[in-house]
């Protein structure tokens, strides 16, 4: 069975960092680019960037809102995701989720989902 | 980047009648839309893709039509698992962008 098991939030404070990892199992985690998206609290989805994978040179995408700050990575040698998270705003506090994207005829989109990790940023 | 609108943001409905829900791209988006499934404290839950593809496992009772920039999801004989929010997304081009959620509640 397919599982993703996102770890590594936590509370900080603004201006600090974090890295949140996403462990994949029951698939190949290394034939998939992956994603992550975020909820704010009562808030709707955000995604937050996509890494592909090494035949496609592990380049990254990000939404503008993090781009520069956040930092995606992967190591499909312990089928892992990782997110990057520096100079941390009260606004990124939210539940983050790691999402496999699969491709169907064309269509790259996310279709297994972990079920995420709370960061809180607050002094 | 391209916005996605989903009306209403908010439905009431009873078991048993059949519901749609509508999302509006500000640009053509072919058919690059998935529509997503959440339910209060868990994770979505992917149900069409490409517009009007069933996501394995997801009940025929789900249902999506439309292309370019305007698009539907149906649902029949809701039931009371049914009550959620859905989401829109479009993964046409960068960045990728949800609609706001649609709140299904049950009347």
């Known amino acids: 069975e397919v599982h993703l098991v996102e770890s590594g939030g936590g509370l900080v404070q603004p201006g600090g960092s974090l890295r949140v990892s996403c462990a994949a199992s029951?698939?190949?985690?290394?034939?998939?680019?992956m994603d992550w998206v975020r909820q704010a609290p009562g808030k709707g989805l955000e995604w937050v960037g996509r890494t592909r994978k090494k035949v496609n040179g592990y380049t990254t995408e990000y939404a503008a809102s993090v781009k520069g700050r956040f930092t995606i990575s992967r190591d499909d040698s312990k089928n892992s995701l990782y997110l990057q998270m520096n100079s941390l705003k009260t606004e990124d506090t939210a539940v983050y989720y790691c999402a496999r994207v699969t491709v169907v005829g064309g269509h790259y989109y996310m279709d297994v989902w972990g079920k995420g990790t709370t960061v809180t940023v607050s002094s | 980047d391209i916005q996605m609108t989903q009306s209403p943001s908010s439905l009431s409905a009873s078991v048993g009648d059949r519901v749609t829900i509508t999302c509006r791209a500000s640009?053509?988006?072919?058919?690059?839309l998935v529509w997503f499934q959440q339910k209060p404290g868990k994770a979505p839950k992917s149900l069409i893709y490409?517009?009007?593809s069933l996501q394995s496992g997801v009940p025929s009772k789900f249902s999506g039509s439309g292309s370019g920039t305007d698009f539907t999801l149906t649902i029949s004989s809701l039931q009371p698992e049914d009550f959620a929010t859905y989401y829109c997304?479009?993964?046409?081009?960068?960045?990728?962008?949800f609609g706001q959620g649609t709140r299904l509640e049950i009347k």
């Open positions: 029951g698939f190949t985690f290394s034939d998939h680019y």
């Open positions: 640009q053509g988006i072919n058919n690059y």
């Open positions: 997304q479009q993964y046409n081009s960068y960045p990728i962008t």
């Open positions: 490409a517009a009007s």
